[in-house]
């Protein structure tokens, strides 16, 4: 509940500093109604009530997307809608491409069941399809997009076309009219082959779905799987309930293949045009227990990768691992669980590699992963299991979402991503694009009559100066208005020494061009945490000696230098950050005039 009421407020924050920032083009004297924007937190189950509107009257759906990354950005936004007649304009007015696509059945059984479960009341959705259309947007700052019914002179979203591969006209079909090109088997439905025409990458690949039952902790261990522990007891494969089949949906912006792989399974498999990884959604659950089994379900992507039993998995979202099966650097490991022994948190992703080639997945969320057979990996989306493993918590992992007296059990909705390169190219891809899946592009909507919005509102925006963006390898962490005009400001450094040939280096940001409307007094750097000056810090560190671990090869693995960027030069302002560094800096402005509280407000913003 609290943080239901938490998210309320934090939303009228973000609508009151777009409606500041997007503020009317026109003279102060001239008094123009202050925009509503609302969010959707509901989108995840298709459900926006301010993008299903009828634009069929003269109305125009306005779309404001905040990008809070240090980089441009290239996306296609899905919104649904209740028409297929519809024209999108971009922040300069002009008509860009778009494209329609139908809404799946499970879709609108979703939308019915979850608003009446999370909103309390029954809510009627109108949408019927989905509207996709490319965005760019800059670092720090918003574009705005308008969508309205398209008239007659006008042309309008492209209907994507919809078929079912026939096993009849040939044994596979392919989607993906960009460089990424995915091949099925049209019997089967299963994924076969993936090819990248730009990188001349063709691999073997194959995804499926299993599920583990778990021990129920009447054994001589005593021990149940359950809510803290993973105690898998058999596995099976997820077969189809009869022939699968695949509905492919293709047009100018992404292909989509939709497989209903039993009544409690659902997978879209997504292919865009301007990417070069394919993204994978799943709908998973309720899951059926009435067997008397409890289930926890995994996806297994399979390569022909040889990888030795070697795989390498995040360490909270910043270092990759590395991890071998059944195998501890630290000690002499002795397996009693082949399984949870070798899974390991994931919060970014995991990747596999051998002489020529590496597979990368990245998570939308933290999930459990391993690779317990060389050249697959595996991620587990989903539990719910029947009894306690008393560590704790007192009840089984059997959560149920009800409506009136109908309860059934959960259902997730969750996306990873792959992507195939070759051998040493992968890491570009894992740390850029995991902190865009971290960091989404943040939709607000607004309505107006007719479309004046471009020509009397700022369209679009960037908190930095329009000839800069962070470099590629580094991230902005905190951007957070302080009193007394004073700002923290939090930068890291993406890459590991040795990760990539080109972003694996120490790297500048310069601070007159991330704030070009303000005057720079003082700069200084503070701890991580921001609550003393480094320089303090340092004194008071403690020194401990370490020894390396038993099996530590000096010759195999010497230590590398500790690289750290330099002091901030006072009057440059130019901060350096070396492999893996987080810095945390005060910054004081000077404010010479009473024009800065727009500046205000969009620091506010942006923290």
């Known amino acids: 509940m609290r943080l239901s009421i938490g998210y309320k407020e934090a939303e009228k924050v973000v609508s009151s500093s777009l409606a500041a920032l997007t503020g009317s083009r026109l003279n102060s004297m001239h008094t123009d109604p202050v925009p509503q924007f609302q969010q959707c937190p509901l989108l995840n189950i298709s459900y926006c009530p301010p993008s299903e509107a009828n634009l069929s009257d003269a109305r125009s759906l306005v779309i404001i997307a905040y990008n809070p990354l240090g980089w441009k950005r290239e996306?296609?936004?899905?919104?649904?809608?209740?028409?297929?007649?519809?024209?999108?304009?971009?922040?300069?007015?002009?008509?860009?491409?778009?494209?329609?696509?139908?809404?799946?059945?499970?879709?609108?059984?979703?939308?019915?069941?979850?608003?009446?479960?999370?909103?309390?009341?029954?809510?009627?959705?109108?949408?019927r399809y989905w509207l996709a259309f490319s965005a760019s947007v800059p670092p720090l700052g918003f574009s705005t997009y308008a969508v309205s019914g398209a008239k007659m002179s006008e042309s309008r979203s492209f209907s994507s076309s919809v078929y079912t591969p026939d096993e009849g006209n040939g044994k596979t079909f392919e989607v993906g009219q960009g460089n990424l090109q995915l091949l099925y088997s049209a019997n089967e439905g299963k994924l076969t082959r993936y090819t990248n025409r730009r990188n001349s990458v063709t691999s073997l690949a194959e995804q499926s779905y299993s599920y583990y039952t778990g021990y129920n902790g009447t054994d001589r261990v005593f021990q149940a799987s359950g809510a803290y522990v993973f105690r898998p007891n058999n596995s099976f494969s997820i077969k189809p309930e009869g022939q699968v089949t695949s509905v492919v949906i293709r047009g100018p912006l992404l292909d989509e293949v939709h497989q209903q792989l039993n009544t409690w399974l659902y997978q879209v498999t997504r292919v865009y045009k301007g990417k070069e990884h394919a993204e994978i959604e799943f709908t998973i659950g309720p899951i059926p227990v009435d067997d008397g089994f409890g289930k926890e379900i995994i996806a297994q992507i399979s390569t022909g990768l040889n990888t030795n039993k070697t795989f390498y998995t995040d360490s909270n979202g910043r270092d990759?691992?590395?991890?071998?099966?059944?195998?501890?650097?630290?000690?002499?490991?002795?397996?009693?669980?082949?399984?949870?022994g070798?899974?390991?948190?994931?919060?970014?992703?995991?990747?596999?590699?051998?002489?020529?080639?590496?597979?990368?997945?990245?998570?939308?969320?933290?999930?459990?992963?391993?690779?317990?057979?060389?050249?697959?990996?595996?991620?587990?989306?989903?539990?719910?299991?029947?009894?306690?493993?008393?560590r704790g918590v007192g009840e089984a992992l059997n959560e149920e979402v009800c409506v009136l007296d109908s309860c059934k059990g959960l259902m997730v909705q969750g996306k990873y991503y792959l992507r195939i390169d070759p051998r040493g190219e992968g890491a570009k891809w894992r740390r850029k694009f995991g902190q865009e899946v971290y960091s989404p592009l943040l939709l607000a909507f607004s309505e107006e009559e007719g479309n004046n919005w471009m020509s009397s509102h700022i369209t679009t925006f960037s908190a930095i100066d329009h000839s800069y963006s962070l470099p590629d390898n580094i991230a902005l962490i905190t951007l957070q208005e302080l009193e007394n005009g004073r700002v923290l400001l939090r930068l890291a450094h993406l890459y590991e020494t040795g990760e990539?040939?080109?972003?694996?280096?120490?790297?500048?940001?310069?601070?007159?061009?991330?704030?070009?409307?303000?005057?720079?007094?003082?700069?200084?750097?503070?701890?991580?945490?921001?609550?003393?000056?480094?320089?303090?810090?340092?004194?008071?560190?403690?020194?401990?000696k370490v020894q390396p671990p038993p099996q530590f090869d000096q010759e195999e693995e010497a230590e590398i230098p500790s690289v750290r960027g330099g002091a901030v030069d006072p009057v440059e302002l130019v901060v350096q950050l070396a492999p893996m560094e987080i810095r945390t800096f005060i910054i004081h402005f000077s404010y010479d005039n009473d024009d800065d509280d727009d500046d205000d407000d969009l620091l506010l913003f942006a923290s």
């Not at 099966?325 to 002499?332: F, G, L, N, V």
């Open 75 to 127: 996306e296609v936004i899905r919104i649904p809608v209740s028409s297929d007649d519809l024209v999108v304009l971009d922040s300069n007015g002009r008509e860009i491409e778009s494209q329609i696509l139908p809404l799946s059945n499970v879709s609108l059984l979703t939308i019915n069941f979850h608003t009446k479960a999370y909103l309390g009341t029954s809510a009627s959705s109108l949408a």
């Open 500 to 544: 990539d040939k080109d972003n694996s280096a120490v790297t500048s940001v310069e601070l007159k061009k991330l704030f070009p409307e303000k005057k720079v007094v003082k700069v200084r750097e503070m701890s991580l945490s921001g609550n003393q000056e480094r320089i303090e810090m340092e004194k008071k560190r403690l020194k401990w």
């Open 342 to 390: 070798n899974y390991y948190p994931i919060n970014l992703g995991i990747y596999l590699e051998d002489e020529t080639t590496e597979v990368s997945v990245l998570v939308d969320r933290a999930v459990g992963g391993s690779s317990l057979v060389d050249g697959q990996i595996e991620l587990m989306l989903h539990r719910r299991l029947l009894n306690d493993d008393s």
């Open 320 to 340: 990759f691992i590395k991890r071998i099966r059944d195998y501890r650097a630290d000690w002499d490991v002795e397996v009693h669980q082949p399984i949870a």
